[in-house]
């Protein structure tokens, strides 16, 4: 297991990108969904939690057939996903990713947002927090971003909102700028794979960084586009997008689930303060260990691949921001 907190800040509200979020999540999913791979929306209902009151249960499907390299295509199933589940408390929200033939493989990302620059230490509370957890600030405007997302439209360095006046943001801007808030995530990535787990889980954490810098910069650069709806527009538009984006996946009809009324708390597995995901996808017979091969009780189970680190075993994975976070097919 590898733990890692990351601060984004953005010259922002809390309050204004609660709107921000759901519409960057909806168009950027919209924009790298081709048909037959992508995100599909399986379910987005109101939810409600005993401890942290109402909110919004979605479950998404992240299809990837296309983006594994060649020697993954012959070990993995044809039909390959990652499956996203998101609890969205705003300002607090949990989101955890499992993979439809790895059940050894999970991410888990806790949220909160807070209207400052990132300096609130031990935010999350947790005794797995503590002074050895590695923590990573990332600059929208001046951290380095991978050549093939690189839009200068969303480069905040050069982009300045005409409903707002804010960008063309400078060096320091952090230590200037208001509004300025921050996205804080807590970052738990798990691959119980004996002789690759230290080599992913980094690389996964890299994936992840790539994937909230690009994110965040996105949902600062449409701010004209969203900055004046209202909640009832933005979830409007959520659904439209969703229905739109699963037709351009082929599945027939969009499935989507709005329910007028929450769902119980009792419905979700797992203790209702920190809510899970199980893990119920079996690994294909292919990937199976042996029944009769021997093996400590204690070791993990071992899974033989091409090295990660090879130029021709780099692999994309989903989006982390809901998270949801194509590209940055690692959100």
Not at 7 to 33: A, F, N
Not at 203 to 214: S, W, Y
Not at 272 to 277: C, Q, V
Request: overall charge negative; proline content about 9%.
């Amino acid at each position: 297991m590898l733990l890692k907190e990351y601060r984004i800040c953005m010259p922002l509200t809390v309050e204004e990108y609660r709107i921000g979020q759901l519409y960057m999540i909806s168009k950027h999913s919209h924009e790298q969904s081709e048909r037959g791979e992508g995100v599909e929306v399986v379910q987005n209902e109101p939810y409600e939690d005993p401890n942290y009151g109402p909110g919004q249960f979605t479950e998404k499907r992240i299809y990837l057939n296309n983006k594994l390299p060649s020697w993954a295509k012959a070990v993995v199933p044809k039909i390959f996903y990652v499956t996203e589940k998101a609890w969205n408390y705003y300002p607090y929200t949990i989101t955890e990713y499992t993979c439809s033939f790895l059940p050894k493989f999970s991410i888990h990302v806790e949220t909160k947002y807070e209207d400052n620059k990132g300096i609130s230490d031990n935010i999350f509370d947790t005794e797995l927090r503590d002074e050895e957890t590695e923590v990573c600030c990332i600059d929208i405007a001046y951290d380095e971003i991978p050549e093939r997302y690189y839009k200068e439209s969303e480069d905040p360095r050069y982009f300045k909102s005409e409903k707002t006046t804010r960008g063309l943001l400078q060096e320091g801007w952090r230590d200037t700028q208001d509004p300025i808030m921050c996205s804080y995530k807590l970052v738990t990535v798990k691959f119980e794979v004996w002789g690759l787990q230290t080599r992913v889980e980094q690389f996964v954490h890299k994936v992840v960084r790539d994937v909230l810098l690009l994110g965040h910069r996105q949902a600062f650069a449409w701010v004209d586009e969203w900055i004046d709806m209202t909640m009832e527009e933005v979830r409007e538009y959520e659904r439209a997008t969703q229905e739109a984006t699963n037709k351009k996946l082929g599945t027939f009809p969009p499935a989507i689930s709005i329910r007028e009324t929450p769902l119980p708390a009792c419905a979700r597995s797992g203790p209702s303060s920190a809510p899970s995901t199980p893990l119920s996808t079996e690994a294909p017979d292919v990937l199976s260990v042996p029944k009769d091969r021997p093996r400590k009780k204690s070791a993990p189970e071992t899974l033989t691949l091409p090295d990660p680190a090879r130029r021709d075993s780099v692999f994309r994975l989903p989006n982390l921001f809901s998270w949801g976070p194509s590209p940055p097919q690692p959100e």
